[in-house]
């Protein structure tokens, strides 16, 4: 069964829909406005996209090699942070921000919804949805949709935020004051079911392990006189803040 999220995000529903320009500090948490806003900041080495640019470099480790022709297609991609740490890949990226996708380099961009993807069943060799579970309003659909792009015998990757107490604590209360994700950002209505995501995947054949990451403690703490020298994600033990999943779809 599918379930609908609930979010306080009015806009959400809509995904192709022209805001208009409200303040910033009138959006919505989770607000798609908020990515218009920021376009310009996709790249900034210390901007506030910054700890994205880090996980990307944690995602990209488990992407395994290219061989020739393979599809890779990034759900949720932005401006498309994950390139620059793959190779030989033909690299789809499917957003609903138009300014993100204008902003984005070393990917096709495709401006679509994840819930709805505009691609075909079974094109992708790797499907990749990086911090972007935590953004949708119905996560039964958006994994259905990763897996029905992704070809039997292909990889899921994801990387996003725990449904937990710490990981609002964290996550929201912390991260987004000090500024390593930008305010307003994230609503804490969708961070994500751990089980209920291993649920879905396994109905659509695929089997997801989990594993907790968090950046490493010294790189963070030397990060503002390393002169936006990339921090470090490591593994850590628990899944119950950022943590990230993997599996092949079976086939
Ligand atoms: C936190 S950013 C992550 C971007 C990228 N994956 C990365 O890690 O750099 C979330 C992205 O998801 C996009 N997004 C949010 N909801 C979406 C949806 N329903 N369909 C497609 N993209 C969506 C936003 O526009 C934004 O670019």
New binding site residues.
């Given amino acids: 069964m599918t379930r609908t999220r609930k979010s306080s995000c009015k806009t959400?529903g809509s995904?192709l829909c022209q805001l208009p320009a409200k303040p910033q500090n009138e959006l919505e948490p989770n607000d798609?406005a908020l990515?218009e806003r920021l376009a310009e900041q996709?790249w900034h080495p210390r901007g506030p996209?910054v700890m994205?640019?880090w996980?990307?470099a944690a995602?990209a480790r488990l992407v395994p090699a290219a061989r020739p022709g393979a599809v890779l297609v990034?759900?949720?991609?932005?401006?498309?942070?994950?390139a620059p740490h793959l190779h030989g890949y033909r690299h789809i990226g499917?957003?609903?921000?138009e300014p993100?996708l204008r902003r984005a380099r070393g990917i096709e961009p495709v401006l679509?919804?994840?819930?709805a993807v505009p691609l075909p069943d079974e094109c992708a060799d790797v499907v990749?949805?990086?911090?972007?579970l935590e953004?949708?309003h119905d996560l039964a659909g958006?994994v259905a949709e990763a897996c029905r792009i992704l070809r039997p015998g292909g990889l899921l990757v994801l990387d996003t935020l725990a449904d937990t107490a710490v990981c609002r604590l964290v996550a929201i209360g912390l991260a987004e004051r000090v500024g390593l994700a930008p305010r307003g950002?994230h609503d804490p209505a969708l961070l994500v079911d751990r089980a209920a995501l291993v649920r879905e995947c396994a109905r659509h054949g695929v089997r997801l392990a989990l594993r907790g990451i968090r950046p490493s403690l010294l790189d963070l703490l030397t990060w503002p006189v390393r002169r936006g020298r990339p921090v470090r994600m490591v593994p850590t033990a628990t899944t119950a803040v950022l943590f990230q999943g993997a599996g092949r779809k079976k086939g």
């Fill in positions: 959400h995904p798609p990515y996709w996209f994205l640019h996980l990307a995602r990034d759900l949720g991609c932005g401006a498309g942070l994950l499917v957003d609903l921000s993100s679509g919804d994840v819930l990749v949805a990086g911090e972007i953004h949708v958006a950002v």
